[in-house]
């Protein structure tokens, strides 16, 4: 059997598989064609490929521009919250909120009963011991009774100074009055202050004067509690809408 070869006929010929046949020789013209197509296809790979990348890219961008917006919030929703709890707590003052308590005293103690507007708080570290008590109306502080520590009492401007802190920024001033017991015994010195951001929290039949007639609204009295047996120290003092009666227990 004899096989043909392009070879020129000087070279050997090679060994080929049965029946291989030689391929055609591809024309130049062909090679040309065939070069030109791959041009063409890969020049439409690479225009193809410029949107996808841009598509891809593309979600990215918006989440960062996303992210980037919400970081920038963020700090601002921050301190408004900070702001607004602030203003709603407020100072711990008669006609305040009960909140207001809460914020500057911490939790309430045990033998407090919110529900009949009495909340309690042991400043000394007793918590057995009524040491602040706050009396409320709806949820607002009708009245404050401070007692001084365990042991020990306090002189006049102690016992002011320590009820003052409670009274409205606004208080003035108008006169003292001596509350006595039903056996004439002096009890309590009674200091009256009238204020005109006080009218504006409680219904005006609320502000009494020292014989349980309606008042002035925004009267309220400071009292300062002797201790046993002087008339020279404090045990407690109370801050309270309206005035207390000049004989106490009658």
């Given amino acids: 059997m004899q096989f043909k070869s392009s070879l020129p006929s000087q070279a050997k010929p090679q060994w080929q598989p049965s029946g291989y046949q030689q391929p055609r020789q ?23 490929e410029g949107p996808r990348e841009q598509k891809l890219q593309s979600p990215t961008s918006t989440s960062q521009t996303i992210n980037a917006t919400r970081s920038a919030a963020m700090p601002t929703m921050r301190a408004t919250e900070v702001r607004v709890k602030t203003v709603n707590a407020g100072p711990a003052i008669l006609g305040a909120d009960s909140s207001a ?15 009949h507007g009495i909340i309690i708080f042991a400043l000394y570290n007793n918590p057995q011991m009524k040491d602040l008590l706050v009396t409320t109306l709806g949820t607002k502080v009708f009245s404050i009774l401070l007692h001084a520590p365990a042991d020990q ?10 009820c003052l802190s409670f009274t409205p920024p606004d208080k003035a001033y108008k006169q003292s009055l001596t509350l006595y017991s039903p056996q004439g015994k002096p009890m309590a010195i009674q200091r009256v202050y ?11 039949s609320k502000f009494t004067d020292e014989n349980g007639t309606q008042t002035t609204a925004g009267t309220f009295g ?12 404090f045990s ?11 004989n106490l227990g009658a």
């Fill in 101 to 115: 308590f809460i914020a500057a005293y911490g939790q309430p103690s045990s033998n407090s009963r919110p529900a």
């Fill in 26 to 48: 591809k024309s130049k013209k062909s090679w040309v064609a065939l070069v030109a197509i791959m041009i063409v296809v890969m020049l439409s790979l690479v225009a193809c």
């Fill in 236 to 246: 407690s003092c109370a801050v309270q809408v309206g005035l207390q009666g000049t």
């Fill in 194 to 204: 009238g204020s005109a951001s006080l009218a504006d929290v409680f219904p005006a």
């Fill in 153 to 162: 009492s306090w002189d006049q401007a102690q016992a002011v100074n320590a």
């Fill in 222 to 233: 400071v009292v300062l509690n002797y201790a046993l047996d002087t008339t020279t120290h």
